[in-house]
């Protein structure tokens, strides 16, 4: 207490008051301990280990993959690990639990890739327009310092570089600039991309886990403008993507819409409705 006397306090000898069964209770609690700290290493090792065998081909789709307690005695951890490892995929779409039959690596579903990252030859025919692709340049070279910033790659990393054109009708609607990560595509570096737009090509190839997108309004500069037939300054809608498989960045793309040439339209709903919540 503030402004007491300190008293030196002393305490028995506990050592021989504990219990016979103390010291295995502490054992206990002490192998509990270790084993939660090995947890969150054990689910990330089993997510990955099965994301690397799906997105290698080593099972493909339809292949059932281990009953969870066959995991669990595999990695000598507990179900909830397995059962964390396994929700975490399903949530990427890489795997679908089927009611007492087990959990199998899903079918490609090109409506949901589309939805999610899309083709600009349907954005142009949803117009009823007819498409027309056009790429202008194409390059494989050592990815600069900017790059490797951009998309976490070593000093030696190689990518393929590719400027291209997508057409409404006889006007201009997108510019695509993009880079392809070689190292998780190697096949990209014999690929012309002459008759196919690299979006589509990569899209049809290439299983992807995440992607994030950056979108935001740019005044186009004179390249843009040239390559897109609108005058310097011109409003446009910019939307920067870029996209990951089995824990490589696969691809950046730049992707620029004249303004008002194009749209992005959402719909959502709130995770947990409130009676009376403000719009």
């Not at 099972?59 to 909830?80: A, D, K, N, V």
């Not at 012309?192 to 995440?210: E, K, M, N, Q, T």
């Not at 005058?231 to 993507?241: H, I």
Request: proline share 7%; net charge neutral.
């Amino acid at each position: 207490m503030k402004g007491g006397p300190a008293f030196p306090m002393t305490f028995p000898d506990r050592a021989n008051l504990r219990p016979a069964s103390a010291e295995a209770t502490i054992s206990t609690l002490g192998d509990n301990r270790q084993a939660e700290a090995k947890e969150p290493s054990l689910h990330r090792r089993i997510l990955e280990d099965v994301e690397g065998r799906i997105l290698s081909g080593e099972w493909p789709p339809g292949h059932r993959i281990p009953f969870e307690h066959e995991l669990t005695e595999q990695y000598q951890c507990s179900r909830m690990t397995v059962n964390k490892a396994i929700t975490e995929l399903v949530k990427r779409g890489l795997i679908e639990r089927r009611r007492k039959s087990g959990s199998y690596v899903t079918h490609p579903h090109a409506q949901s890739a589309v939805l999610e990252i899309h083709d600009i030859r349907l954005e142009v025919e949803s117009l009823g327009l007819p498409y027309r692709y056009e790429r202008r340049t194409r390059v494989n070279r050592a990815a600069k310092a900017a790059d490797r910033r951009l998309m976490e790659l070593s000093e030696s990393a190689r990518l393929t570089d590719i400027c291209a054109l997508h057409f409404a009708g006889a006007q201009p609607f997108c510019l695509e600039d993009r880079l392809i990560n070689l190292e998780a595509v190697p096949e990209a570096a014999d690929e012309s991309f002459d008759d196919i737009a690299p979006g589509a090509w990569l899209i049809s190839r290439v299983p992807w886990s995440a992607a994030e997108h950056r979108i935001r309004a740019v005044g186009a500069d004179v390249r843009a403008a040239e390559l897109l037939a609108i005058a310097p300054g011109t409003p446009c809608l910019v939307v920067e993507r870029r996209t990951w498989s089995g824990g490589l960045y696969v691809t950046h793309v730049r992707l620029t819409y004249p303004g008002e040439k194009h749209e992005l339209v959402a719909e959502f709903a709130p995770s947990h409705p409130k009676q009376g919540a403000p719009a």
